[in-house]
């Protein structure tokens, strides 16, 4: 996952707790990866709460390499395969993400699993205000976002090798299930009594189950790397928790931009919109609407709720991370703190839905 803030962008020396052996990553590119030739230099990307993140330079070309993080992880997390599969997958169907060069499972090389990808350069984001350009050139890239993930859900998983990437039907059931048992089993990172309340809300008002489709499942704009001057996205980042799912709940995580603040995922909640030049939700909601060939999203709110609920779980997971010691990010304690404000956002959002 990774963190909306300029602070987590570059690199920075490889921190001490995800050090590896640097030549035996050498030699396994070099048998691995057609064209490597060093000599490589090993950056690590300040972001990455979740996977430990590299950039990797060598000579003719430079490459990101993704990691399990070391230490006791929790079941299911830091799938890093998945990650190289949905890409190699969508990639070759001329979906907007890194080439993936190759997944190494032998824990031998550097300690735990991991993929190694392109480097794409580009311009990132970090507020979905784009406040960075000119008003004029605004609108068209938050509908460059909208356009991307409309046109991953309209992919066929069947059709590109991923009908069985996860279950169809009961997303929002399973996730819910997932992220309340996360956040109820990690004692170390405490409770909340607005994310208890949450808990108790969403299962008593979940809406019907609903069609399946790919879901990106972190989709927002510091995800995304945009072309050096056009307003195309140019590669989708972080598909660690991409799924099949429910389209209209990932699509709700990624119109929750709406309704958070700037300091939290980048939101524009409280943003003049019209003074920077951008749709409103009503509008942004009704282009995917016509993207995807619907009338509308009439559980929208919940679906909103539902993922404020999630972030706030990841959050949770991270400060727990923090407190075993092995968070990814030197960043980590601050992402942890910021639990409480976001369930607290959340159980709002919740409060305000008249079903």
């Not at 993080?69 to 079941?75: I, S, V």
């Not at 991953?152 to 009908?163: E, M, T």
Request: proline share 6%.
């Amino acid at each position: 996952m990774a963190e909306a803030s300029s602070d987590f962008a570059g690199t920075t020396p490889v921190r001490e707790q995800h050090r590896f052996d640097e030549a035996r990553l050498a030699q396994w590119m070099a048998a691995h990866i057609p064209g490597f030739a060093g000599p490589m230099h090993v950056e690590q990307f300040k972001g990455g709460q979740s996977n430990p993140t590299y950039r990797l330079r060598t000579p003719g070309a430079d490459y990101v390499l993704r990691r399990k993080p070391p230490g006791a992880l929790l079941k299911g997390a830091h799938a890093v395969e998945r990650e190289a599969r949905v890409m190699a997958e969508l990639g070759a169907v001329g979906y907007p993400v890194p080439r993936v060069h190759a997944l190494c499972t032998d824990e031998g090389v550097i300690g735990s699993w991991f993929y190694v990808m392109d480097m794409v350069e580009g311009r990132i984001f970090w507020d979905a205000s784009f406040s960075t350009l000119p008003r004029d050139e605004r609108p068209a890239m938050l509908d460059a976002m909208n356009a991307a993930l409309a046109a991953l859900h309209r992919i066929d998983p069947a059709a590109v090798g991923l009908a069985d990437y996860g279950r169809p039907g009961g997303y929002v059931a399973r996730q819910l299930a997932r992220w309340s048992q996360q956040y109820l089993d990690d004692e170390l990172a405490g409770r909340h009594p607005a994310m208890d309340r949450l808990v108790d809300w969403l299962r008593e008002h979940l809406p019907a189950s609903g069609e399946t489709a790919i879901t990106h499942g972190d989709f927002r704009v510091d995800n995304m790397i945009f072309h050096p001057t056009e307003p195309r996205v140019l590669a989708v980042l972080d598909w660690e928790l991409s799924t099949l799912g429910d389209p209209l709940a990932d699509f709700a995580y990624h119109a929750m931009m709406y309704r958070m603040p700037p300091d939290i995922l980048g939101g524009i909640a409280g943003v003049d919109l019209q003074a920077a030049g951008l749709p409103d939700e009503a509008a942004y909601v009704a282009a995917y609407c016509r993207r995807t060939g619907r009338d509308g999203i009439p559980d929208l709110d919940y679906y909103i709720s539902f993922n404020m609920f999630r972030f706030a779980a990841i959050l949770h997971g991270i400060k727990g991370r923090v407190a075993r010691g092995t968070a990814a990010s030197a960043d980590g304690e601050v992402m942890g703190e910021r639990f409480a404000r976001v369930a607290t956002i959340a159980w709002e959002q919740a409060s305000r839905v008249h079903r």
